[in-house]
């Protein structure tokens, strides 16, 4: 069973796709960073929106009213993370602010592709239960290999 990634955008973010992965390339990115998590036969979405959106989500979900970068809803935390054969799991959604990305990307100085497929890694850290502010590094560190490997 293939892993399947939705990809979708707002409207109000479209002309900032040219600067970005195309969707072919968000799945193919987030394909390889499952393989390094030898993860398989799974399920999982990505939204690329604006500030106000993810603004709104993070204060609805977080009561953090400002803006972020990305914001992970897990259909699996806390859960047993081994995956059935035969069935793909569930493993939840991606949001990320693609003028938040622009903006980190020129304050450190890179490509906002390279920003980008690291929010998705980071994402997808965070779906699988990975939480960088209340673990000893572990998530950062992970995160900082499989960069290191797929770059």
């Known amino acids: 069973m293939k892993n399947k990634i939705d990809i979708s955008y707002d409207e109000e973010v479209t002309s900032l796709k040219k600067i970005f992965l195309k969707n072919k390339q968000v799945t193919e990115w987030a394909n390889a960073v499952a393989a390094e998590l030898d993860l398989h036969d799974f399920e999982m979405s990505v939204y690329f929106c604006s500030d106000e959106q993810i603004r709104t989500l993070n204060r609805d979900y977080r009561n953090l009213d400002?803006?972020?970068?990305?914001?992970?809803?897990?259909?699996?935390?806390?859960?047993?993370?081994?995956?059935p054969a035969g069935k793909r799991k569930q493993l939840g959604d991606i949001v990320i602010s693609l003028a938040q990305t622009l903006r980190q990307a020129a304050e450190d100085n890179h490509d906002p592709i390279a920003e980008e497929k690291m929010l998705i890694l980071h994402g997808m850290l965070h779906l699988l239960g990975y939480d960088h502010v209340t673990?000893?590094?572990?998530?950062?560190?992970?995160?900082?290999?499989?960069?290191e490997k797929l770059s």
């Open 66 to 83: 400002e803006v972020t970068d990305v914001l992970s809803f897990s259909q699996i935390e806390g859960e047993d993370v081994g995956f």
């Open 135 to 147: 673990d000893n590094g572990e998530m950062m560190e992970l995160q900082g290999k499989i960069l």
